[in-house]
């Protein structure tokens, strides 16, 4: 029988700040420091029951309870920190609270500099962008694969990475998303190989991406693959709590992960969340279990299912691999002839009760969790076929905006220098000719419409529509 899964299956599964949080829990002491809320006695009662006792008795920060500290890494955080490097085949894995975001302001601020050279795709996630603003460093945009009949940017392709590195011998790092939010993944492999021989390193947000370590259905990580660091949102699909994420530095990168561990510790909060960092841990410790692996093959069934069931579909079209591109089965866009994706997605969630990941302005997203079952997407199937075959333009809908920036800028100051200049707020018809003071990107997908620095032009106002006014430079 053929292996799927790219890790062992383990029955043992260690997952030492929950144990550690158990511990705590088993054996109250009488709290006299933070949080205070104090076991959840001191906040709304109608607070207390929803969320549940137990879930306030065991938020607490670290230095307690024999919980350990998270920076530096001690105790249980420390172990349970090894044991995720060692699962997703790092080097060295930091815990990180407040999402990949900080992930990606860690990497900008610990290892760019001002004025150095970054190689970024343009559809990247704001949170680089506010790193690059934080580190000063400057942007080359590479513009990946535009996908115009799905509204959507495709892979990155390796031969433009090598231009630009070709054409600039000062580039300090190249830093991709990949997979793409719809997921489209690029080959990582050879943009890889290409950083390796212009020797600079490469960093890859796949904070959509957390799951591949775990099974062989799924595209290969890029830590494989060749690249230096890489963040993972487990919160996203791993199974974490919300906010919680993962960075990790390859075992062959020769960046210095105390320069990273600065940079993070400068960022961090000074209280986490034990509850966030024991869900990081339970995560990875589930992805391990012979439970999790079952749910994760059956997440890539549901997604089969799903899409085999769309197949069948006359005027429901879905986003497959392609020739230049791979596509990450779980994450299932797609789009019905006639219906704009908010249109779409409007229809589902009002007659149908559905809640989509994400609508843009071709089609919608849907991702197929560890945690959902076969019925839901036997529900879904059966709703997308009611709208296959029923004819919905009787239905009153005007969206005149557009949510997928797929523009290419015109920058006319750098980031950093835009962003620390003088600006004034101004009616945004007013703003056409103007410099944008602001980085404008609506999540999701948190990719840039406008950054500072940027000429503002007409094309600009469908993306608009929510702001009246702009922040342009003086
Ligand atoms: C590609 C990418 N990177 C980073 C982030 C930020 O992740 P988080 O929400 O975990 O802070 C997102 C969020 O959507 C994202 O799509």
Redesign the pocket.
């Known amino acids: 029988m053929k292996n799927n899964t790219r890790i062992s299956k383990k029955t043992n599964i260690h997952a030492p700040i929950v144990e550690a949080l158990k511990t705590a829990y088993n054996n109250p002491t009488y709290q006299f420091h933070i949080p205070g809320h104090t076991k959840g006695l001191g906040t709304l009662t109608d607070f207390r029951n929803l969320v549940g006792k137990k879930a306030l008795q065991v938020d607490t920060t670290d230095e307690f309870d024999n919980l350990g500290t998270l920076t530096p890494a001690t105790g249980p955080i420390k172990e349970a920190q090894e044991l995720a490097a060692e699962a997703f085949g790092a080097k060295r894995t930091f815990f990180?609270l407040?999402?990949?975001?900080?992930?990606?302001l860690t990497i900008a601020m610990g290892l760019t500099k001002k004025g150095q050279k970054v190689i970024v795709n343009r559809n990247?996630?704001?949170?680089?962008l506010t790193g690059l603003i934080i580190s000063g460093a400057d942007p080359l945009w590479v513009l990946p694969e535009k996908f115009s009949q799905w509204g959507l940017w495709g892979n990155v392709k390796a031969q433009d990475i090598e231009k630009l590195l070709d054409k600039n011998d000062d580039v300090s790092m190249v830093w991709i998303?990949n997979p793409?939010?719809e997921g489209v993944v690029s080959d990582i492999k050879a943009i890889a190989d290409i950083c390796r021989k212009y020797d600079v390193p490469l960093i890859v947000?796949?904070?959509?991406g957390c799951l591949w370590n775990f099974n062989s259905k799924l595209p290969e990580t890029s830590l494989k693959l060749g690249a230096d660091i890489v963040?993972h949102?487990l919160?996203?699909t791993g199974g974490s709590m919300?906010?919680?994420?993962m960075l990790h530095i390859s075992k062959d990168s020769k960046i210095n992960a105390d320069d990273v561990e600065r940079a993070l510790m400068l960022l961090h909060t000074t209280s986490p969340s034990l509850m966030l960092l024991g869900s990081l841990d339970a995560a990875r410790a589930n992805l391990q279990s012979e439970k999790g692996q079952r749910q994760l093959n059956r997440a890539i069934s549901n997604a089969k299912y799903l899409r085999s069931e769309i197949d069948k579909m006359e005027h429901i079209h879905q986003l497959k691999s392609d020739f230049g591109y791979k596509t990450d089965v779980t994450k299932i866009f797609i789009k019905a002839d006639g219906l704009s994706g908010k249109r779409l997605e409007s229809i589902l969630e009002i007659d149908f009760g559905i809640e989509v990941e994400s609508a843009s302005d071709e089609g919608i997203l849907i991702l197929s969790n560890i945690g959902n079952k076969r019925s839901d997407f036997k529900y879904l199937a059966q709703c997308l076929h009611k709208i296959d075959t029923h004819d919905y333009k009787d239905i009153y809908y005007m969206e005149n905006k557009r949510h997928m920036p797929m523009l290419t800028p015109i920058i006319k100051k750098s980031l950093r220098n835009a962003y620390f200049s003088e600006k004034e707020i101004i009616p945004k018809e007013q703003a056409i000719g103007r410099l944008s003071g602001e980085v404008v990107a609506e999540?999701?997908?948190?990719?840039s419409i406008l950054l500072p620095g940027e000429l503002i032009t007409e094309e600009h106002l469908p993306y608009l529509t929510d702001y009246e006014t702009i922040e342009v430079l003086k």
């Not at 407040?98 to 990606?104: A, E, M």
């Not at 947000?205 to 959509?208: Q, R, W």
């Open positions: 990180l407040n999402g990949s975001t900080i992930g990606n990247c996630h704001r949170s680089v998303t793409t939010y947000d796949e904070a959509h963040v949102s919160h996203k919300s906010q919680s994420s999540c999701p997908p948190g990719i």
